[in-house]
């Protein structure tokens, strides 16, 4: 079975500064990843996804993530942090594209962004 | 337009009752998701559906969690019996297909006192 690791519970940033959420995954055959972002009462929003193709993978909002197979390992990074950026971050990952999108969630990594 | 819509946004019931949470998905979506997400804890799979069936159930902790879909939209999640353990966040998504980036609505918040 698949599953996720995200380390560090709490990142927290100054405003301008470089964002780097980490996450982990094992899963015995290629896998698709995923970064969510939570922010406080809404709903889970997509901010970027790896199926195939291009390791380096571009998000909304200035994010992006790349794929490293040999590490298993997909990182999501930012270069310059916004306050607007403070909000949960969980790193998913699935196997079965066509048949119940089983999603396997990290725990989430709470991003603060300070003035 | 419109996403996914879930009902109640709070829900606070006693130990040992019964509860409906209700989900409405994107018109003409055809999968559809419930999740379970506790404090500090990423969401948990519970059930998917493709149209009116569960293809996958294999999340749904017990025999006191049930779902339905029965037309094909609208989706809702009954608890049994009710304990203070399935206090959580109950998420909901749809995608346009299986396979599909999921959308997800803002939850229903459960507490089981």
């Known amino acids: 079975a698949q599953s996720v690791t995200q380390l560090g519970s709490h990142v927290s940033v100054s405003e301008g500064a470089l964002v780097l959420l980490r996450c982990n995954y094992s899963?015995?055959?290629?896998?698709?990843l995923f970064w969510y972002v939570q922010y406080p009462n809404q709903g889970l929003q997509l901010l970027l996804k790896?199926?195939?193709?291009?390791?380096l993978v571009k998000g909304i909002n200035g994010f992006e993530a790349e794929f490293k197979k040999s590490e298993t390992s997909f990182h999501l990074t930012k270069p310059s942090a916004h306050m607007s950026d403070a909000a949960e971050y969980f790193c998913?990952?699935?196997?079965?594209?066509?048949?119940?999108?089983?999603?396997?969630f990290g725990p989430g990594t709470r991003l603060s962004v300070l003035p | 337009g419109a996403g996914v819509s879930q009902t109640p946004s709070n829900k606070v019931t006693e130990k040992g009752k019964y509860v409906e949470l209700r989900c409405d998905p994107i018109?003409?979506?055809?999968?559809l998701y419930w999740y379970r997400q506790s404090l500090g804890q990423g969401p948990e799979f519970l059930i998917y559906f493709q149209g009116t069936g569960a293809a996958d159930d294999s999340g749904l902790p017990n025999d006191r969690f049930f779902a339905v879909r029965p037309e094909g939209s609208v989706s809702t999640l009954k608890i049994q019996r009710t304990e203070r353990g399935d206090s959580a966040v109950y998420l909901c998504a749809s995608s346009l297909t299986s396979g599909d980036t999921q959308y997800f609505g803002p939850g229903t918040r459960l507490t089981v006192l």
């Open positions: 998913a990952v699935t196997l079965r594209r066509n048949y119940g999108q089983n999603f396997v």
């Open positions: 790896y199926t195939t193709g291009a390791t």
């Open positions: 899963s015995s055959v290629p896998p698709y």
């Open positions: 018109s003409g979506h055809t999968a």
